[in-house]
């Protein structure tokens, strides 16, 4: 993903090719969904969910080609359950709390691991069926993922430590200097879990795809429109491309960024 030397360009050349086929077969099938799900009189609402996912298909397979900081495979540890002792707490270690499994969490792995801070901050796994009552009494009290633990403080909200993250860590920027684009990446991170329950209800609904998804399908496209600088919703790869397209595709998000 843009980067340099020998090893880093045959990851590069890994990434893009995994991304670029995942993304065609995470299209190929929804699209297909769409066309049996829709009945003949909402024709036009059927080309414009074909039509957006061909730019999704296209804004999955560029971030394979972002520039990421780091190219060194991680090996994760396992969750931690409930028979689990904590790790040594506020001992000056910073850690992000996650669940392999949750796309919310997967917002801030994808952040820490796009910065190339894998050293900087560590990954604990969190199992969620049977997670350590010590998470709640002496980690975070909403007893959720993800949450971080920076400078003897605990932190959570997965768009919240995504800014965080990105504004306190070393790493390659998630938003671009120019004011616009800022204001235009907070307009859609806050329309990001509305646009993410109206497109998982369509993957998954077996009746016809509501107006609702339609209207932000529609939305959507008009902001990959908005700059023509670059292939995603910025221009450049940001924090909004995994903030929404990766709750849809975290795995995606996620491989490209180890």
């Known amino acids: 993903m843009g980067r340099h030397g020998d090893t880093r360009d045959g990851e590069s050349s890994r990434a893009r090719r995994t991304g670029t086929g995942f993304a065609s077969r ?15 009189s909402s024709r036009r609402a059927t080309q414009r969910h074909l039509r957006v996912g061909r730019n999704f298909s296209r804004t999955l397979a560029m971030a394979a080609a972002a520039p990421a900081a780091s190219s060194a495979k991680e090996v994760l540890p396992p969750s931690l359950t409930s028979s689990s002792e904590p790790p040594p707490l506020f001992d000056g270690t910073t850690r992000l709390y996650v669940a392999y499994i949750c796309p919310y969490a997967q917002r801030t792995w994808i952040t820490r691991n796009y910065k190339g801070l894998q050293d900087k901050i560590k990954i604990v796994g969190i199992d969620l069926a049977d997670r350590p009552a010590w998470y709640k009494e002496k980690v975070y009290p909403e007893n959720k993922v993800p949450s971080l633990e920076h400078n003897n403080q605990v932190k959570g909200e997965s768009l919240d430590l995504v800014r965080y993250i990105d504004r306190n860590f070393e790493g390659p920027a998630l938003l671009p200097d120019d ?8 307009e859609l991170l806050a329309y990001s879990d509305a646009f993410n329950k109206a ?4 993957l998954v609904s077996k009746e016809q795809v509501p107006d609702e998804a339609v209207a932000v399908l529609d939305k959507v496209e008009a902001a990959l429109a908005k700059f023509n600088d670059g292939p995603f919703f910025l221009g450049q790869f940001s924090l909004v491309c995994h903030s929404t397209l990766g709750i849809v595709s975290p795995e995606f998000f996620v491989s490209i960024s180890l």
């Open 199 to 202: 497109l998982f209800s369509s």
């Open 26 to 40: 995470c299209v190929h099938d929804w699209m297909g969904r769409q066309r049996h799900q829709i009945p003949p």
């Open 179 to 186: 004011p616009e684009k800022q204001q235009f990446a907070e």
